[in-house]
Structure formats: structure tokens, C-alpha cells
């Protein structure tokens, strides 16, 4: 953290002690569990191209009440878009990703419940959304990969078929899937703002459908039925799918993250198989 970041921490919260260090490592996102004055709080921080903060904050000054004002989500104590730096309440609970929850369907009803919660607060029409997800796909096929020739191919020649022009927008969590619920006695709470944004509502299903729902789809009808129905539209699912195969696969050999880079290899070979 930067000496105006922590000069921005101290100013809300006075002295801190930290508690623990929860960053992930891939991105200059820091994020700190601290205790002040016997209560904790989560400080996050980014570095000067950061641009998850800006977004984290955007969210929580517009867009959370309908998760805070039921405990499902930390509450914002402090903000500064400039200096890439913000602290919340200190939310308690154990990361459903990796745990027995990550397998338990009423964890996914409750997450189609909030995402509905979430979704159904405002809808944008985005003139340019079409264009804007095909120039996306290229972006990261243009981008070093190691992406097979034969399916590069395969995705250009699908891309110029997509549509153009816009499409009806929400405001989306961006990763929506266990490793950003908690599971506090089993209440889902949930966590880390950093990609939201107003997108299609079948980008915060399509991270899910690659991974959980594709493992069990008990957990897939669970989801749907706190949702309260299926928004995906079928051609906008396959572009969105498509989209998330090549960017992952992208970014992580961008990271040198390669597990994560054999999901998205994984994804690409279940959309083109022959």
C-alpha cells in the first residue's frame, strides 16, 4: 500500500492492526483484514493501473443495498477513487469454493436469489454491447495464447457471424461463483465487487456453467429456482460462453496461471468439439 493509501485507512479507521492477508497474487490487488477498536474491517488497495478498485467502489456507493440492508454483503466505510483504496465491514464466513458447500444446492439457490436481488434493480440498453464483445474476443486472440490454430480459426469465422449493435444490460457481480460466496451457518454472503459493471445477465451464469453447474446440474435447477426463471437467451449464451473460453485461456497464460489456463482450453474443446 501507498503512503496516501494507508494515510486514507488511518483517516476512517485510526490505527489498524492487521489480522491477515487475503490477496489472491495474480493482480496488484491488495486485500487486508485489519482490527481497529476491537471491531475488523477489509482494506482493499490497488496499484496505478488498477481499475478493479474504481469498479469495487462504484458498486457499493450505487448498487449493493439490496444485499447490505440484509447482512448479505459488507457495508462501505470508506472510499477514495483516486488514491485506488476502500474499507468495509469485516464480513464472517468461510469461502464456499473449495468447501462441502460448494456441492450443497440450497448455497446455489441463495446465490440465484441474491443475483436476482441484484439484477433486477435497474436494466440499460447498451447500443454498442454486440460490438463491443466481438472487439473483446479479438482483443485476447490477438494477445499471446496458446490457443490451437485449427480453433482460433473455428472462433474468427464464428465472430463475423455475430450479431451487431446493442443489448439490454444489468448491473453484474462479473465473477459470480463460489470462490466469491461466503457460507456463515449457512446464510450465503457474498464478496469482492472488483469487475462490476452493467453487462448482459448471462455473464454472471456463464462461470458457474462451466465449472459447477457442468459437475452436477442439481445445483444448475437449484440456482434457476432462486433466480425465478432462466434469462439466458440461447445466442447470446453460446457468445457469451465463447467470449469466457478465449479470454481465460488468454489471460492465464498471460498470468502463468496454468491450471486456470487448461479451464479455458477445457471450455474451448467442449464448444468446438467436431
Same mark, same amino acid.
Given at each position: 500500500?501507498?503512503? &496516501? %493509501? ?19 497474487? %495474480? ?74 458447500? %460448494? ?17 433486477? !434493480?435497474? %436494466?440499460?440498453?447498451?447500443? !454498442? ?20 490454430? &485449427? ?106 496461471? !496454468? ?16
Amino acid at each position: 500500500m501507498s503512503v &496516501e %493509501q494507508r494515510a486514507c485507512v488511518n483517516s476512517w479507521l485510526g490505527e489498524v492492526r492487521v489480522i491477515a492477508d487475503h490477496s489472491w497474487g %495474480q493482480t496488484d490487488t491488495v486485500v487486508i483484514e485489519v482490527e481497529s477498536q476491537a471491531a475488523r474491517f477489509i482494506v482493499k488497495a490497488g496499484g496505478e493501473k488498477n481499475g478493479h478498485i474504481a469498479r469495487e467502489i462504484r458498486a457499493h456507493r450505487r448498487w449493493t443495498g439490496p444485499w447490505v440492508s440484509k447482512g448479505h454483503a459488507a457495508r462501505l466505510i470508506g472510499a477514495d477513487e483516486a488514491a485506488r483504496v476502500l474499507v468495509t465491514t469485516y464480513l464472517p464466513g468461510i469461502l464456499v469454493e473449495g468447501s462441502s458447500a %460448494q456441492q450443497d444446492p440450497d448455497m446455489y439457490r441463495q446465490a440465484g436469489t441474491r443475483l436476482a436481488d441484484f439484477h433486477s !434493480q435497474q %436494466q440499460v440498453f447498451d447500443l !454498442q454491447w454486440n460490438d463491443n464483445l466481438r472487439k473483446r474476443v479479438l482483443r485476447f486472440l490477438d494477445m499471446p495464447h496458446r490457443i490451437a490454430s &485449427e480453433t482460433v480459426k473455428r472462433v474468427r469465422s464464428e465472430l463475423a457471424g455475430w450479431p451487431t449493435g446493442g443489448a439490454m444490460t444489468v448491473p453484474t457481480h462479473g465473477d459470480w461463483q463460489p470462490r466469491n460466496w461466503l457460507n456463515d451457518g449457512g446464510v450465503l454472503r457474498v464478496i469482492d465487487l472488483g469487475r462490476f459493471d452493467f453487462r448482459v445477465p448471462e455473464e454472471d451464469f456463464v462461470r458457474l456453467g462451466r465449472q459447477d453447474f457442468l459437475s452436477d446440474p442439481a445445483l444448475e435447477a437449484a440456482f434457476l429456482d432462486g433466480y425465478g426463471s432462466d434469462p439466458r437467451d440461447r445466442g447470446m449464451w453460446r457468445r457469451m460462453n465463447v467470449a469466457e473460453a478465449v479470454g481465460t485461456a488468454a489471460w492465464a497464460f498471460m498470468v502463468g496461471d !496454468q491450471a486456470f489456463e487448461a479451464v479455458g482450453h477445457s471450455h474451448l474443446a467442449r464448444l468446438y468439439t467436431a
